[in-house]
Structure formats: structure tokens, C-alpha cells
């Protein structure tokens, strides 16, 4: 400021010079304000727009997820407890998959052999028959049919 003042002091001409050229910077800057201040306005009305898109696609998911859950839950509600526990400790044991697919006597799982006797026991359904080998819950996938568990 000191430094301004004394190149004012120094001439007329000058000083005028100066005090247009300090008001031309003056008015560039204010014009670059402005544009600034209209584009963070902009970005701004852009995020929480995209903030909305993304809040409602939050909760169209969330609403998706209760959907699957509360489905998850009608079906648990109908399977037998003691059979719900071995299917939950046999999918936290088994990486997640606590079935497999028994076909031609082999266990797609393991693609170990299932003894005849058991595959026999398999084709009945009348029962839980675990995999002698990966112990995963064996389940005949019929040919030709649309019954999957
Ligand atoms: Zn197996």
C-alpha cells in the first residue's frame, strides 16, 4: 500500500494511469468473482441434485433389500429350526455354499463318489442327506424340471 501511494505521488499522468489500470484489475477480478461464484453456484446445485439422484437410489435399494430379507425371513420361518442351524454353520464352514448338487451318484461339490445306498436315500427325499465328503447338503436337481432349491 505504502509502495502505491508513493507511485501516485510521483505523477499526474502516471497516477491515472495507474488508477485505470488498478481499476481495469479491479473490474477483471470482480467479473472473475462472479463467474466463479456462478459456477460454485452451479456445482453446487449440481451436487445436491446428484445427491437426491443418489439418495433415492439409496432407498430404492434399501426398499429392494428389506424386500429380499423379509422374503429370506418368510422362507426361514418355514424351514425346520434344527435344519435352519445345520444349514448356517454348514455355510459359514463351507465358503458360503452350504449345498451341492448330487448327480449320477457323485457330489458336483466334491465330484466325490456317493455311496449307492445313500443315493438311493438321496432319491426318496424324505430326509437331510449330507455329502460323506464336503458334508455339503446334497439335493437332486431333476432333469427336464424347473425345481431348484
Ligand atoms: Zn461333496
Known sequence: MLTETDDL???????E????????KLEEG??????????????????KLKKVQLEEEGQAYEKEFTAIQQKREGLI???????????????DRLKGVAVAEAKEATCLSCHMQIP????NEL?????IIPCPSCLRILYLAESGGSKKP
Open 116 to 119: 449307492p445306498q445313500m443315493y
Open 17 to 24: 494511469d495507474l488508477l485505470l489500470e488498478f481499476l481495469e
Open 123 to 127: 432319491h426318496r427325499k424324505d430326509k
Open 77 to 91: 420361518s418355514r424351514i425346520d429350526s434344527s435344519l435352519l442351524k445345520q444349514y448356517e454353520f454348514l455355510k
Open 30 to 47: 470482480t467479473q472473475k468473482e462472479k463467474v466463479l461464484k456462478q459456477t460454485v453456484e452451479a456445482k453446487t446445485v449440481e451436487g
Open 9 to 15: 505521488k510521483k505523477g499526474k499522468s502516471g497516477k
